[in-house]
């Protein structure tokens, strides 16, 4: 089986992360990276399966890695007939 090799910034290029992301998901075993002569090595078909992996299903919500951000609250909640006394 012929499998073709990629250097880390062919993969970094093919799953479109940086550097450091790369790593993470080494780290994680999400991905995985040979080391035969001192350079990371990573072999595509794999790569490609991992991507597979990540395919969203049909009727699957699609949910946005969006920060969340805190706001501040002035501590006031409104309930409905609640009165106000100042």
Do not use: C, D, W
């Not at 940086?18 to 998901?25: E, G, I, K, M």
């Not at 991507?51 to 006031?76: D, L, Q």
């Amino acid at each position: 089986m012929n499998t073709e090799l990629l250097t880390a910034n062919e993969a970094m290029e093919l799953l479109r992360i940086s550097r450091n992301q790369l790593y993470r998901l080494i780290y994680a075993g999400k991905v995985t990276a040979y080391k035969p002569s001192g350079r990371l090595l990573f072999k595509r078909n794999e790569l490609m399966e991992y991507i597979e992996e990540g395919k969203v299903k049909p009727h699957e919500p699609v949910y946005h890695n969006a920060r969340k951000t805190r706001r501040k609250s002035s501590g006031f909640v409104y309930v409905p007939g609640m009165k106000v006394v100042g």
